[in-house]
């Protein structure tokens, strides 16, 4: 196997690779081309990332079993579903989309994830982790039910075993005996040990056809004397929890295979070929190095999980890139830390992503990193506010959505103080709909008990972040990906007047009312129109004093907001209207009702209306003009 100690810009000699075009020409090479076919797989799998930025790390550590996977399955016909879809770039490359893995994340590229509208191989859609163990549970049953005899197996891997919902669908499959495999890829942030000598000489008789067969036999012949069967049964499971740590999936009803070396594709083909004849839930055990192959992402794998395209050099030019949004919110949280020692930061495996870094090492005793456990990270919080802890959740908002019974049962009902610092809100850009935060307004503010709060700039994000904390019950406050403005950002712990709204200018026939991310692009709207200009805030509670007092004075009222329209806050600016008996003519706008594809924001708003122009234009229209 090839190390790679740099991502080279011009496209690599990929000669096998480019005999490829489907797996069924992937079977026509010989068994022994397969390690010179990886090599070339990784190397054109860091030139096309380096061209357009992208996941890296775990698509690099998934190589070998990739190719191995599509060796050995008749894809797709037989059901391959990959679990948190990073890894799933060299599956992209094999399956017909090699040349235009350079527009991968880009508009009208390809998506990010699998995708079943983009390939017939990508047989579940993913974006969010942990589901493929269900979704090829439902496959398998489905073929027994027609009567299919076609073969499911499910990816899973980089994390996504600390995720409850893995182990129930494990549970289930278990119990119903559904024929499928369970690929467990351990690239170091799940659950093994390293493979040794005698480990990898177990799982080749574990997964060996003579040791099946053995293990039947012995259930037929032993089954009739139950005292004796069990004794066997007992003996063979401590055998393999000396050597291996599979006795839990044994006892889930699985049969394991495992650890095996994940970037031996010959040793994966051989080991794949048994399995695939075997009957009943089966999981095979793969050890894997995250960003195996290029050296920088295997002394780094976070640094590389992903990385930016790579652009030309500048001369040497220091980066002058304003803060994010997530550096504000990691800094308040040190700051408030440091102020208040019954602060409690809680991540879901967004450590980095939402800038917990600081705060993690100024705070250890009170950092809390729960994995890919979105439900537990919400109930944890409410067990802290309990016993007076004053938790915070740092989350994406697509991911909270994960948690909503929780942030309803176990938070709101109990009127627990708990905030919430919501990331990644609105468009998200080249990770595309299953990232992003299109419905957090909708869904957080139709529960009682919730302050929900959505900010124009970096100072006012750091002003909500601490009014959020001081409420006494739960809040909400939700920004969008990237970077602030460039104001100033104070250093005090400041807060704002609940559900007070602040108008920014004052104009003639229209109001806007603008939420969050969406003041500063009706800026110059307002400008234009001469329009009143109002930075709403509060999306729970609304300010219905002064949206009593802009319908009294304009001729139309206009809501703008990067959520879905549908029962967002504009929607709640219609309910106070309408509650007041006030009939005057009101334009909501907002995120359509629609899976917007992946692309860079500044280039989908144009595309939906809400860009400047698009404003403008809407309002005249309704204005008649």
Not at 203 to 209: L, T
Not at 228 to 238: D, T
Not at 354 to 371: C, K
Not at 471 to 487: F, K, L, N, T
Request: with cysteine.
């Amino acid at each position: 196997m090839k190390t790679f100690e740099r991502i080279p810009r011009e496209r690599p000699s990929t000669p096998l690779l480019d005999q490829i075009d489907n797996p069924l020409q992937l079977k026509a090479l010989e068994l022994n081309q397969l390690p010179a076919l990886c090599d070339e797989l990784r190397e054109f799998l860091l030139y096309c990332v380096g061209q357009s930025g992208g996941h890296l790390g775990a698509g690099l550590g998934v190589v070998e079993l990739t190719v191995a996977l599509h060796y050995v399955y008749d894809t797709p016909d037989d059901r391959l579903v990959w679990d948190v879809g990073h890894q799933a770039y060299p599956h992209k490359i094999l399956t017909g989309r090699r040349d235009r893995m350079t527009s991968i994340r880009k508009k009208d590229g390809l998506s990010a994830f699998p995708s079943r509208y983009e390939s017939e191989y990508d047989t579940f859609g993913v974006g969010h982790s942990s589901t493929s163990i269900g979704a090829a549970m439902g496959m398998a049953i489905a073929n027994r039910l027609l009567g299919n005899s076609r073969k499911v197996v499910a990816v899973i891997g980089d994390g996504a075993m600390t995720a409850g919902m893995a182990f129930e669908a494990l549970n289930h499959a278990g119990h119903d005996e559904t024929d499928m495999l369970v690929v467990m890829n351990d690239n170091d942030m799940s659950i093994s040990e390293n493979v040794g000598g005698l480990q990898k000489a177990m799982s080749r008789i574990f997964a060996s056809k003579t040791y099946s067969h053995m293990r039947e036999g012995s259930k037929r012949v032993l089954g009739t004397i139950p005292p004796v069967w069990e004794l066997a049964r007992r003996a063979e499971e401590h055998m393999k929890g000396f050597v291996t740590p599979g006795t839990m999936f044994e006892e889930l009803g699985f049969n394991y295979v495992g650890p095996v070396d994940g970037h031996n594709v010959l040793d994966l083909v051989k080991t794949l070929r048994n399995l695939r004849s075997f009957k009943g839930p089966q999981f095979l055990h793969v050890a894997t190095t995250k960003g195996k192959g290029f050296r920088p992402a295997e002394d780094e794998p976070i640094k590389y999980h992903a990385i930016n395209k790579i652009e030309p050099q500048k001369n040497g030019q220091a980066d002058k890139s304003l803060p994010k949004y997530s550096n504000i919110f990691g800094q308040w949280l040190v700051d408030q830390a440091t102020a208040d020692p019954l602060l409690v930061g809680i991540t879901p495996a967004m450590k980095e992503g939402s800038d917990l870094i600081q705060f993690a090492e100024q705070f250890p005793e009170r950092y809390f990193d729960v994995g890919i456990a979105e439900q537990h990270a919400v109930t944890l919080a409410a067990g802290l506010a309990c016993d007076a802890m004053k938790p915070v959740v740092a989350i994406y908002s697509t991911f909270l959505q994960r948690a909503y019974d929780q942030l309803i049962h176990d938070v709101a009902i109990q009127n627990l103080d708990v905030l919430f610092a919501i990331d990644r809100a609105g468009l998200v850009g080249e990770d595309g709909p299953t990232h992003a935060g299109s419905f957090d307004l909708t869904y957080l503010r139709c529960i009682p008990n919730m302050v929900v709060m959505a900010p124009r700039d970096e100072n006012e994000c750091r002003k909500m972040l601490t009014t959020g904390y001081q409420y006494q019950g739960p809040a909400a406050v939700r920004y969008p990906r990237g970077s602030g403005i460039g104001v100033t950002v104070d250093s005090t712990l400041e807060t704002l007047p609940i559900g007070q709204a602040e108008t920014l200018r004052n104009g003639q026939r229209v109001a806007l009312l603008a939420f969050g991310s969406m003041v500063e692009v009706c800026r110059p709207v307002a400008e234009e129109l001469d329009a009143t200009l109002v930075d709403m805030k509060f999306i729970r509670p609304l300010d219905e004093a002064l949206i009593l007092e802009m319908a009294a004075r304009h001729e139309l009222i206009v809501t703008v907001e990067e959520n879905a329209i549908k029962g967002g806050a504009g929607s709640g600016v219609n309910e106070v209207l309408q509650a007041a008996g006030c009939t005057m003519a009101v334009l909501n706008l907002g995120l359509p009702d629609q899976f917007l594809a992946h692309g860079k924001p500044a280039l989908l708003y144009p595309t939906i209306g809400l860009d400047a122009a698009g404003i403008v234009q809407a309002i005249q229209a309704r204005l008649g003009n």
